[in-house]
């Protein structure tokens, strides 16, 4: 006889909160994904008095590898059980140029494909996920970066100075300088 049910399956995972979630991104099962996003000052914030709650008893039973049990309140959490499962919490820039910033650089990251694969498409292609990476992580972009940025994608420092995206990005990136 063969199960089809996930919960049969030895590596299935599963997660049980007994309280209050605050955020999250839960993903749990063969080939799942959950993503969310926070606001870069979310530790700012002072806990709400309000959302005491009285914490559950954990499920009895068997708690397989890839089990999550948390008995009470969870805050800005990402799980992730199970074949091929991924749980990501992204940062929202606070700051709205920031946030037009790290949409324009997915923009053009979409695009590098369509060039021809160049060193310089390279160099360019990990700029821009340094980049993505520091502002879904921190909410910002140090200068460094942003000098790289523009110097890299200004008009006529680079064959991708011709694309609208890159010349874009290049004038957000040299604005955040200022």
């Given at each position: 006889?063969?199960?089809?049910?996930?919960d049969d399956r030895t590596d299935a995972g599963s997660v049980f909160i007994g309280g209050s979630v605050r955020g999250g991104a839960f993903s749990t099962g063969a080939g799942s994904d959950a993503r969310t996003s926070a606001p870069a000052s979310r530790n700012d914030v002072p806990p709400r008095p309000?959302?005491?709650v009285a914490p559950w008893p954990?499920?009895?039973g068997d708690h397989s590898a890839g089990s999550v049990v948390i008995g009470g309140d969870a805050e800005g959490l990402s799980i992730a059980t199970g074949d091929n499962s991924t749980a990501r919490t992204d940062v929202t820039p606070e700051d709205?140029?920031?946030q037009e910033l790290l949409e324009q650089i997915r923009l053009l990251r979409g695009q590098l494909p369509l060039l021809a694969d160049t060193s310089?498409?390279?160099v360019v292609e990990t700029e821009l996920a340094e980049a993505?990476?520091?502002?879904t992580q921190s909410g910002i972009a140090d200068q460094g970066l942003l000098r790289r940025l523009w110097e890299r994608l200004s008009p006529?420092?680079?064959a991708l100075g011709a694309l609208a995206s890159a010349v874009t990005l290049a004038d957000m990136a040299r604005r955040l300088l200022t």
């Open positions: 006889m063969t199960h089809t049910n996930d309000d959302r005491q954990a499920p009895v709205e140029r920031f310089e498409v390279t993505e990476l520091a502002i006529g420092n680079t």
